[in-house]
């Protein structure tokens, strides 16, 4: 999801994802890395890498980032809440004879989620994001509200609607599958702002 959840690797945990997605004439692959330093802390790290067929010839953007996410309020059902905090840097490589494209984003957004004893999920975010590309520095209040439901004991859809203010938001839905203990398959497919996005990943917690 690209809603985050009020939730915390357990202290000494760790976790790898690798995922594809496709947004609109973009495609690409992310890998993260992420670690529970201590109780109710999370660090990770994460790369990204992309191509983008509607220019010719095509170009390509690589991303790289980090994010530390603090949630002093975790409970079983009830509500949990924290802070999460990132920060990434993206180069387009232009063409030849032109100097490559570099961003730098950098956000703080508030997550809560609220547990039922069902086994559902409502999770909530609200943040706010700085962008600085080309000189120019643009920030944009971010939302985004997410919900989750297992329909067996390792299959649970999920829907999200997620977006920036003056933007027209995107929504997805998917579905995830848990393997074995700690080994989850997913996928999504979603639109927004007359664009296609989907996303296809497998994450390892141990």
């Known amino acids: 999801m690209v809603v985050d959840d009020a939730g915390t690797l357990d202290k000494g945990g760790a976790k790898l994802e690798f995922g594809w997605m496709r947004d609109d ?9 992420g670690y529970g330093p201590i109780d109710n802390l999370e660090v990770e790290i994460a ?6 067929h509607e ?7 690589h991303g ?6 603090w949630v002093p309020l975790q409970a079983e059902t ?8 990132e920060y990434a840097r993206e180069r387009v490589d232009l063409r030849e004879g032109e100097s490559d494209e570099i961003a730098r984003a950098s956000s703080v957004t508030g997550l809560a989620t609220w547990a039922f004893v069902s086994g559902g999920r409502v999770h909530l975010n609200l943040g706010r994001e700085w962008v600085r590309a080309a000189g120019d520095t643009h920030t944009a209040n971010t939302w985004g509200l997410g919900f989750e ?11 999200e609607v997620f977006g920036a203010e003056d933007g027209r938001p995107d929504r997805q839905v998917g579905l995830r599958y848990e393997i ?10 979603g639109r927004g702002s007359d664009r296609t996005i989907a996303n296809v990943g497998v994450a390892w917690e141990f």
């Open 78 to 85: 009830g509500l949990s809440a924290g802070l999460k905090a």
């Open 180 to 189: 074995v203990e700690g080994v989850q398959v997913s996928g999504a497919v």
């Open 64 to 69: 790289v980032g980090g994010a530390v996410k």
């Open 55 to 61: 220019p010719h010839p095509s170009l390509w953007a």
């Open 47 to 52: 790369y990204a890498r992309a191509r983008d």
């Open 149 to 159: 439901h297992p329909l067996t004991d390792d299959l649970t859809i999920a829907a």
């Open 25 to 33: 004439q973009s495609r690409g692959f992310d890998a993260a890395a």
